[in-house]
């Protein structure tokens, strides 16, 4: 049951290039969606998110983009730099169910941004 | 910034043993969630916790596991008699408010080994 699908397990990127990490989601219910950054023996990094009455959102290199009508999501971190180098995880919460906003992640995807 | 702290960091134990995993959520925070990631595949939600009770869990949190704020500061997740397949990485979460703007700021995780 993946209602949250990163289909690109891994993304290579130079230094300086804009990278980009695409999601997709099944379930309409999600009305707000985040993306989180790991690193190996860390626990998920809040990154930046978007709630469904918006279609962009940004915070610096960090840019989110949100298409509703195809359940699309897209994060763009330009420029890319090594130390962005990490797994990103897509997310997603749906109101109702009580104040829970449990995360529904995707599987993520491993960007490497090279020197 | 505050975080949310785990212990132990890894932990291995015998089928059919009972594991504690600990974690200390943010001080002022009042949303508290356990996920766990099995590896290789996706970070998994399990149960959220609010005013001292279960506000929802998934089909993975069955009898054999139980959540607890024992004493105000520690949240944790008891296993009964653990199985091979519980072997994962566990993570706390921890949420500020009633919102979903409100961040979940993550642990750095539990490595639970069931041999």
């Known amino acids: 049951d993946q209602q949250v699908k990163q289909n690109s397990p891994s993304l290579s990127v130079q230094e300086g290039r804009i990278s980009i990490l695409n999601c997709d989601y099944t379930?309409?219910?999600?009305?707000?969606f985040l993306w989180y950054k790991k690193y190996p023996a860390e626990g998920p990094t809040f990154l930046i998110s978007?709630?469904?009455?918006?279609d962009k959102n940004e915070d610096g290199r960090f840019t989110v983009f949100l298409n509703k009508s195809a359940k699309h999501l897209s994060l763009h971190i330009v420029p890319s730099q090594p130390g962005d180098s990490a797994v990103y995880f897509c997310a997603a919460s749906a109101l109702g169910g009580g104040s829970n906003y449990k995360l529904t992640f995707g599987k993520g995807t491993l960007l490497t941004v090279n020197p | 910034e505050p975080e949310v702290t785990q212990t132990p960091s890894h932990q291995v134990t015998q089928m059919g043993q009972e594991v504690i995993l600990r974690c200390v959520p943010i001080?002022?925070?009042?949303?508290f969630y356990w996920y766990r990631q099995i590896l290789g595949q996706k970070v998994e939600f399990l149960v959220s916790f609010y005013n001292n009770e279960i506000s929802e869990k998934s089909e993975i949190f069955d009898d054999q596991f139980s959540v607890e704020r024992p004493d105000g500061s520690n949240f944790t997740l008891k296993i009964r008699s653990t199985k091979l397949e519980d072997s994962a990485m566990y993570f706390c979460?921890?949420?500020?408010?009633?919102?979903?703007?409100?961040?979940?700021?993550f642990g750095p995780g539990t490595r639970l080994t069931v041999t």
């Open positions: 979460a921890s949420r500020a408010w009633d919102s979903p703007s409100s961040k979940q700021y």
């Open positions: 001080s002022n925070h009042l949303y």
């Open positions: 978007i709630s469904s009455i918006k």
């Open positions: 379930n309409s219910m999600f009305d707000y």
